[in-house]
C-alpha cells in the first residue's frame, strides 16, 4: 500500500530554517511528480512549491509569497521530495501537506496526500 509521509516540521523563530521531507512508501513507488500545500489556522489550503516530471525537466512552480526562500526538490531515488524554507517567516506557520503522484508496477500512477506536518514560525 502506498503512503506519503511528511516530517520535519517544528516550531522555530523567524529567520530560521526548515527542511521538510515527504517519503513515498509501498513496493517499487516512484513520485512521478510532488508538490507542498500548506493551510493556516482559518484559511485555506494554498499551493506553496510543485515539482514536475523528470521527463520534463524537472519544472518547478514556488509560490510568489515564498519565493526566494523555499525551494522544492527530489531525492535520486525519485521517492523523497523535499521543500528547503529557509528565513521563515510568522506568516508561514501552519500545516504543510504534501500530494504526489506516484507510479508502482502493480497500481500504475495515482494522486496521494500526506497526513500533513506542523510549522510554526515565532517573531
Known amino acids: 500500500q502506498v503512503q506519503l509521509m511528511e516530517s520535519g516540521g517544528g516550531l522555530v523563530q523567524a529567520g530560521e530554517s526548515l527542511r521538510l521531507s515527504c517519503v513515498a512508501s509501498?513496493?517499487?513507488?516512484?513520485?512521478?511528480?510532488g508538490a507542498w500545500y500548506r493551510q493556516a489556522p482559518g484559511k485555506q489550503r494554498e499551493l506553496v512549491a510543485s515539482?514536475?516530471?523528470?521527463?520534463?525537466?524537472?519544472?518547478?512552480y514556488i509560490a510568489d509569497s515564498v519565493k526566494g526562500r523555499f525551494t522544492i526538490s527530489r531525492d535520486a531515488r525519485a521517492i523523497t521530495i523535499f521543500l528547503q524554507m529557509n528565513n521563515l517567516r510568522p506568516e508561514d506557520t501552519g500545516a504543510y501537506y504534501c500530494s504526489g503522484n506516484i507510479w508502482t508496477r502493480t497500481t500504475g500512477s495515482k494522486d496521494y496526500w500526506g497526513q500533513g506536518t506542523q510549522v510554526a514560525v515565532s517573531s
Open positions: 515539482l514536475g516530471r523528470r521527463s520534463t525537466g524537472d519544472d518547478t
Open positions: 509501498g513496493n517499487g513507488v516512484i513520485i512521478n511528480t
